[in-house]
């Protein structure tokens, strides 16, 4: 796991998701201690990782949103 983190954090993945499907249980524990989460998809039992400077600018974005529906109301 450590040289596929390495091969990942390249420049030209560094903003890549990533994406697994576990195959036994073990694997499963794997990708939840390792921050994947499983998604909705038309691919059984797909999980994805993503980025933690991806989840941050998705959450300041739905901060914005949420600001700019409070302040449109008054």
């Not at 939840?32 to 991806?54: E, H, M, N, V």
Request: charged share 20%.
């Amino acid at each position: 796991m450590g040289k596929a983190a390495a091969h990942l954090r390249a420049p030209r993945y560094v903003n890549a998701d990533c994406f697994a499907q576990p195959s036994t249980t073990a694997g499963r524990d794997i990708l939840l201690a390792t921050g994947f989460r499983q998604i909705s998809s038309c691919q059984p039992d797909l999980w994805c990782y993503q980025r933690p400077w991806k989840r941050l600018s998705s959450k300041a974005s739905i901060v914005t949103s949420m600001r700019s529906l409070a302040d449109a109301r008054q």
